[in-house]
């Protein structure tokens, strides 16, 4: 195939017949090539995380009016690996009574878990690991690896408040993958497919459009997942030192840190193949790799929304989180999975589809928020009500929770 | 030996080797970590049999929820944070002979049966074994009726595990 | 070419390691992993006979898919009851409930 309009699968095919020409049967070598492909993603994924590190705090520094680093070469660029030497030089502490492989195998598992995610990631139309055609199932199931790193790393340190924050945020994250199973289905029921690369081939108009509840469904519990703030009770400094790494040091908590800061990046991802077209954008016909350039802007779009939300903020309680989860989100998630299929289903052959679709949203959502605000109402009159009798009738303080 | 023989044997010597460590082991938290590799391997062994689906749903339900619900059980009922205590009952040596047996006989009624060395049928191109899954479930010739009972199961199951676990605030 | 024989003797023999693991260990909740072991060989029974019959019926497919829906249910159920029981009787090994034996 042409060089220009295929390159990655032009440089494999190469690759296999040098193998080839070296003797190996054709199974070997085409095994090779697919490690050596898989080899320079996973390298290029992890030059990005380390890209990501800058990234983060200079978004945070501009979010609390200040510079951020600006001082180890020019814009501060060369400040993560300034940050990697430190973590590396840094003495590795095992805790007594610590399990010493379970220990070492958590950072691992996290890591791990976040770059299979890239597997089914259309970076382009022409560049993915695998077109696997259930992608979207393939996604939550590899984010329950990561949840499974957070109980290992929080049991294996022989410390309480490890174990603590980690059921903590085990319990979120189990929690909130229901809602954003729902809020992926919507792209799935949207498009009448379940591979990632084909959801991004059937955005003729992005889903952002068709379905901006789901967008914020998904961002809500996406949120949730990365334990990013507002739900990060687990990381919080003064209540819980640091969840399930307190007792890691040097490149193993590098790891835990590069390895969030990667997920909210694969999660931006995400958010721009299921609603903002993946790799769409002008030209992407022509000269198919650019779309590469267009999901990058995209995911960093995403990346920056998360980090929008988590520098603004302040934290939920962990009682209230999982409230709003069970409470509001799931049925919420259940209704509008339903409401966005009839309405598919009722204008898809119209000619005001996706003027259609975007206005039964946003009735969708006011009706939503009408429920919420009687509701809301009626508590706080109950409330209120309660109060004024107490003050009337005695004067002592009563507590009503 | 083709790709997919090697794959198979490499999956199943690990598969073997941690469910012997799965019911060995005498830390439990070991042994679900084990259980997690044995699920996993299982996952591969679908993917290697062309069912997909089967595979992700695999990691999904056992690994993603299964496996942790028992590492939670093992942590909520131990004493202190490493007691492990006796590992197996006096009489091991006889539930290890039923089983050598049990696993014996299987193989001996089984080579009798002239279907034990077939090859795989070529599946069909373009066949789409999701959406052919998806038919199955919900199509009322095919097995719609036993999915919603699935489902009134799970609900049971939910409804009864909170209720057996539940305990009111004060209570002991 | 993987004969359908190796499929069903890795999972006669992984029915076998979990019937060993039910029948021989103390600790209730590792009981109900040799019974997650069992139920794991029986869906790759099921699936592999899917497979190699005929892949164009779904029958295999949505037993396993059914035998998935019982072992999470099983599960989630037995551990409560362990959870339970441990609560009041501080423990959990097999032999040491026995409060209904004559």
């Known amino acids: 195939m042409d060089f220009w309009s295929n390159p990655v699968q032009a440089a494999g095919v190469w690759l296999t017949g040098v193998f080839a020409g070296w003797g190996m049967n054709a199974d070997a070598a085409g095994i090779l090539t697919a490690f050596i492909g898989i080899l320079a993603l996973i390298s290029v994924v992890m030059v990005l995380d380390i890209f990501l590190v800058w990234t983060e705090r200079k978004i945070v520094a501009r979010f609390q009016d200040r510079l951020g680093p600006n001082r180890v070469g020019p814009f501060g660029l060369i400040q993560p690996f300034a940050d990697i030497i430190k973590l590396i030089i840094k003495e590795n502490i095992y805790p007594i009574g610590v399990d010493k492989v379970v220990f070492n195998l958590a950072p691992v598992l996290m890591m791990m878990s976040v770059l299979l995610l890239w597997a089914?990631?259309?970076?382009?139309?022409?560049?993915?690991?695998?077109?696997?055609?259930?992608?979207?199932?393939?996604?939550?199931?590899?984010?329950?690896?990561?949840?499974?790193?957070?109980?290992?790393?929080?049991?294996?340190?022989?410390?309480?408040?490890?174990?603590?924050?980690?059921?903590?945020?085990?319990?979120?994250?189990?929690?909130?993958?229901?809602?954003?199973?729902?809020?992926?289905?919507?792209?799935?029921?949207?498009?009448?497919?379940?591979?990632?690369?084909?959801?991004?081939?059937?955005?003729?108009?992005?889903?952002?459009?068709?379905?901006?509840?789901?967008?914020?469904?998904?961002?809500?519990?996406?949120?949730?997942?990365?334990?990013?703030?507002?739900?990060?009770?687990?990381?919080?400094?003064?209540?819980?030192?640091?969840?399930?790494?307190?007792?890691?040091?040097?490149?193993?908590?590098?790891?835990?840190?590069?390895?969030?800061?990667?997920?909210?990046?694969?999660?931006?991802?995400?958010?721009?193949?299921?609603?903002?077209?993946?790799?769409?954008?002008?030209?992407?016909?022509?000269?198919?790799?650019?779309?590469?350039?267009?999901?990058?802007?995209?995911?960093?779009?995403?990346?920056?929304?998360?980090?929008?939300?988590?520098?603004?903020?302040?934290?939920?309680?962990?009682?209230?989180?999982?409230?709003?989860?069970?409470?509001?989100?799931?049925?919420?998630?259940?209704?509008?999975?339903?409401?966005?299929?009839?309405?598919?289903?009722?204008?898809?052959?119209?000619?005001?589809?996706?003027?259609?679709?975007?206005?039964?949203?946003?009735?969708?959502?006011?009706?939503?928020?009408?429920?919420?605000?009687?509701?809301?109402?009626?508590?706080?009159?109950?409330?209120?009500?309660?109060?004024?009798?107490?003050?009337?009738v005695t004067t002592s303080v009563v507590h009503s929770d | 030996m083709t790709a997919m023989q090697i794959i198979f044997l490499i999956t199943a010597a690990v598969m073997l080797g941690s469910a012997f460590m799965v019911v060995t082991t005498k830390n439990l938290v070991h042994a679900a970590l084990w259980l997690i590799v044995t699920l996993f391997g299982a996952a591969v062994l679908f993917a290697t049999l062309n069912a997909g689906f089967i595979a992700v749903i695999q990691v999904v339900v056992y690994i993603g929820a299964i496996a942790i619900l028992f590492i939670f059980a093992v942590m909520l009922t131990r004493r202190t944070m490493s007691e492990t205590g006796a590992g197996l009952n006096p009489n091991w040596w006889l539930s290890a002979a039923i089983a050598v047996i049990l696993f014996g006989g299987l193989a001996w009624l089984l080579r009798g049966w002239d279907g034990f060395s077939k090859a795989a049928p070529a599946l069909p191109s373009g066949f789409d074994s999701v959406g052919a899954l998806a038919q199955a479930l919900v199509s009322p010739e095919a097995y719609v009726l036993p999915f919603e009972v699935a489902s009134v199961l799970l609900l049971a199951a939910l409804v009864g595990a909170v209720y057996i676990a539940f305990q009111k605030k004060g209570e002991e | 070419m993987i004969p359908l024989s190796w499929y069903l003797v890795l999972s006669a023999a992984l029915f076998s390691i979990g019937l060993f693991g039910v029948l021989a260990r103390r600790n209730a909740v590792a009981i109900l992993l040799g019974i997650e072991l069992m139920l794991n060989a029986v869906n790759i029974n099921l699936v592999s006979f899917w497979r190699y019959n005929d892949p164009t019926r779904m029958d295999g497919q949505v037993f396993a898919v059914i035998v998935f829906a019982v072992a999470a249910a099983e599960v989630a159920v037995g551990l409560a009851l362990i959870i339970s029981v441990y609560r009041r009787r501080n423990t959990v090994a097999a032999d040491e409930i026995d409060l209904m034996k004559w």
């Open chain 1, 120 to 392: 089914v990631l259309p970076l382009a139309p022409v560049l993915f690991g695998v077109d696997l055609n259930v992608g979207v199932l393939y996604l939550i199931g590899v984010g329950s690896l990561g949840t499974l790193s957070i109980i290992m790393a929080g049991w294996s340190s022989n410390n309480k408040f490890a174990l603590l924050g980690s059921f903590r945020q085990v319990a979120v994250m189990i929690s909130y993958e229901i809602p954003m199973v729902v809020a992926l289905l919507i792209p799935t029921v949207l498009s009448g497919k379940m591979g990632v690369n084909e959801i991004v081939q059937a955005q003729e108009v992005w889903y952002i459009v068709l379905a901006p509840l789901a967008f914020l469904l998904f961002l809500i519990s996406a949120t949730a997942e990365l334990g990013r703030a507002p739900f990060d009770l687990t990381e919080a400094e003064s209540e819980l030192i640091a969840g399930h790494h307190i007792e890691y040091s040097g490149m193993k908590f590098g790891l835990f840190y590069a390895a969030e800061l990667l997920h909210t990046f694969t999660f931006g991802g995400l958010i721009a193949a299921f609603f903002f077209g993946g790799w769409r954008g002008p030209w992407v016909e022509q000269v198919p790799m650019l779309g590469l350039l267009w999901f990058f802007i995209k995911a960093t779009i995403g990346y920056w929304i998360f980090g929008w939300i988590k520098y603004t903020m302040p934290r939920i309680r962990i009682d209230k989180m999982l409230d709003l989860n069970w409470k509001f989100l799931v049925p919420f998630s259940f209704v509008l999975l339903m409401f966005i299929a009839l309405m598919n289903e009722l204008l898809r052959d119209t000619s005001f589809y996706a003027i259609g679709m975007f206005l039964s949203n946003i009735l969708f959502g006011w009706v939503t928020l009408e429920i919420l605000r009687r509701r809301a109402r009626g508590e706080r009159e109950k409330l209120e009500g309660a109060k004024h009798n107490d003050h009337v």
